[in-house]
């Protein structure tokens, strides 16, 4: 392991498999698909390939906490975010504002169900989702009865967040911004603020995250739970 501060410390490389260890909980290489045996680093240390030296896995301090709190944060950023309103155009007497479920209320009372259903799902339920999930498991990894839910909330996480797409929704908002200033005044209102904080506050919970520490935390739990059980049978 490599310790991030960048001193002189010692490396260390997960170990290479044997023949005969094709029961042992394995891990391959995402750079060059080479079998080692799985290891968790150490706080603030990485794991290291003995071949192509690709970061397999970092430790970061007190993960669950930070992911925990950004994780808060972006759900109490996601309410204004869609509820006030990102961007005020205006023409002569004519004013409209636009928030992010109005967007969304336009393109069905256009009649793009697909496209209203897609951008509803990428850009409001999708980074909800995101953060409901990464609470719920931050929370429920202290708890060993919860493993199983929280197992559950990893793989939807996992799946789900492909589809929370801030930066392209944040994108065509600056290209609306950028067309449409020639033909009236665009304002930027508090909603945008907003949406651009819940948009860096996703992309540090994503970096934050550490699923390894999460199932590591789980097994000392469910150790600490299993340790308790048998010291009470043994006392009955």
């Known amino acids: 392991m490599e310790q991030d501060s960048g001193q002189d410390a010692q490396q260390y490389r997960p170990q290479l498999l044997d023949a005969g260890q094709s029961r042992v909980w394995q891990r391959a290489c995402h750079q060059c698909d080479l079998l080692l045996t799985r290891a968790h680093a150490p706080v603030g240390q990485r794991l290291l390939c003995p071949r192509c030296g690709a970061t397999l896995h970092r430790n970061m301090e007190r993960s669950v906490a930070h992911t925990a709190a950004l994780s808060l944060s972006g759900l109490l950023l996601f309410i204004p975010s869609a509820t006030l309103p990102l961007l005020e ?3 002569f007497s004519f004013g409209a504002e636009n ?6 209320q336009a393109l069905f009372a256009a009649g793009y169900i697909w496209l209203a259903s897609i951008v509803l799902f990428c850009s409001v339920l ?24 929280v197992a559950r909330a990893l793989r939807w996480y ?27 005044k665009m304002t930027v209102e ?9 948009m860096v506050i996703s992309s540090a919970a994503t970096v934050s995250f550490d699923a390894e520490t999460v199932w590591a935390r789980l097994a000392r ?16």
């Open 99 to 104: 928030t992010l479920l109005n967007g969304v």
């Open 126 to 149: 999708a980074p909800l989702g995101k953060f409901l999930l990464l609470a719920f498991i931050c929370w429920g990894s202290g708890w060993a009865s919860l493993a199983k839910p």
């Open 190 to 198: 508090p909603g945008l603020y907003c949406f651009v904080a819940m």
């Open 221 to 236: 739990r469910a150790a600490a739970t299993g340790g308790g059980d048998k010291d009470r049978k043994a006392a009955q």
């Open 158 to 184: 996992h799946h789900l967040q492909e589809w929370g797409m801030l930066d392209v929704y944040m994108l065509g908002i600056l290209v609306a911004l950028v067309k449409m200033s020639d033909l009236g």
């Open 89 to 91: 155009f205006s023409l």
